[in-house]
């Protein structure tokens, strides 16, 4: 239990802080792209018979490699290019899968995730992400603020947009890795958006919103943990749940959602 | 050709210029010099090639033949962000996400970013350029606000302090104006013609326009079909026949109150 509780804090935070990015960056998709790919490559690892996290980490970086020069030039349309891809993973996942002789149940853990029985090589793993991500956000605060803000004028004044695009896709892909095995390739996905989204409903302030949606990740992890404790429901789904339910909330106290009401009041137009 | 002095006085040098986006050839064969200290006004039909030319100068164009030197450096991979760093660049009004989480005062300081380079956080007199610069463009009350919640005018003021924020040689703004109320309009041609003239820039004005050009222009490029069709100074191009002809369209010129008004005739 000790250790389901360090891996929702570690993943909380990495997949929480990676989320700021996809949310802000308007490719929510991306986060289930990349899971699907580190799926299939953790799924070819078992056929073939190397580390399923190597094959996990080659294929999420690989596909993040794709992505990232059809987001850069523009080429594809983003959204395109990224569901094109991701139904590719999948098709992969499931001829590895339907080519893997005896029982799956393996497979299907990386899925749902096993933060219940997560290893000690999955928590370290976990630990050196998540420290990397955050020390590379405080490392490259501003830049990430002006390519987050508008890709074009970051490049006009001279920031290397192109690399830290690169960057973010790197550590989207590592933290989606890593998360794999404890948390399941199905929960990353909601553990990058929802905690990033709620905390985009509350603040204006980039730095806030990096802080909030860690704090959210966190909360989610625990709060399912303890939720799947008391209930005996499976952890994964509780903590799915339990983020969204902080997402909803988010959303119905939001003061960004307060300004449209108080236009609503404004002055009737006059008829002439 | 790189830091020789045959760049003392010129800003801009391009010497057939091409470039092209697959099948479209965007510019053909454009050969162009700008002055330190000029206001240069391009204008033309959409299409015409004028967002290409701007392009090219901060090194965000891709250049498949030809030679362009900007503030004495040739143009070539590798060597753009230099480039880029004294150059500002306001293009047209962006839609901005209204809860996007950056103030005004975080968009002036991303115009830092580039001079302070990786690693190094804005210090004292970065806070002090980009309070000026908000000053200059009238901004500093709205500093704190998110910059998705000005208006359009107010979001094009809050680009020219960011451009100026870098403390550039050169100032290229491409369509500035368009999408703004006559209003807007007229206030930030106003700004443009001050800020050349306080910060003694080489300045480049893109429009389609006719009448949102600044009336300091030193001198006007007339773009056509990717090429420079004609340039001239103002009062030399400024005539019916030749910006009927440009623009495919008959237009009539009238004077108003000293100042020339174009209208679409027929």
Known sequence: MQNAILAAFLGGVACATVGVFVVLMGVSFIGVCLAHAAFAGALLGVLVGFNPMLGAFLFSLGTAAIIGPLASRGELNLDTSIGVLFSLMLGLAFIFMGLMPGPKTQMLSLLWGSILTVSRTDLIWLGIVAVAVVAIVILFYKEIQAVIFNREIALAVGIPAGLIIYGILFLTGSTITVSLSPIGGLLIFSLIINPAAAAYQLTYSLKKMFLLSAVFGIVSGWIGLLASYLFSAPSGAAIIVTSSIIFGLAALFSPKRKVKRWQAKDEPSRVL | ?266
């Open chain 2, 1 to 266: 050709m790189r830091n020789n002095g045959d760049f003392t006085n010129t800003a801009v040098k391009i010497e057939r210029a091409v470039v092209s986006y697959r099948e479209h050839v965007a510019l053909r064969e454009v050969s162009l010099e700008i002055k330190k200290g000029e206001f240069l006004g391009i204008i033309g039909p959409n299409g015409a090639g004028k967002t290409t030319l701007l392009s090219l100068i901060n090194g965000l164009g891709k250049l498949v033949q030809g030679n362009v030197w900007v503030l004495g450096h040739s143009i070539c991979r590798g060597s753009v962000n230099g480039i880029r760093k004294r150059v500002g660049y306001v293009a047209q009004l962006q839609n901005i996400d209204p809860r996007m989480p950056i103030t005004v005062r975080e968009v002036v300081m991303v115009g830092r970013y580039g001079q302070l380079g990786l690693f190094r956080r804005p210090h004292k007199t970065d806070q002090t350029v980009v309070n000026k610069m908000l000053e200059l463009v009238g901004m500093s009350h709205l500093a704190n606000r998110p910059i998705g919640h000005l208006s359009g005018g107010e979001q094009q003021r809050v680009a020219i302090a960011r451009a100026l924020a870098q403390e550039p040689e050169m100032l290229l703004l491409d369509e500035p104006t368009a999408s703004l109320d006559w209003r807007a309009q007229g206030e930030l041609l106003d700004l443009v013609r001050r800020i050349h003239e306080i910060q003694n820039l080489t300045t480049m004005f893109v429009t389609h326009d006719l009448n949102a050009l600044p009336d300091i222009c030193d001198r006007l490029v007339l773009m056509k079909e990717g090429k420079i069709w004609q340039q001239g100074q103002p009062e030399q191009v400024l005539k019916q026949d030749i910006l009927s002809q440009l623009y495919d369209a008959p237009i009539s010129i009238q004077e108003h109150e000293g100042r020339l008004v174009f209208l679409k005739a027929g």
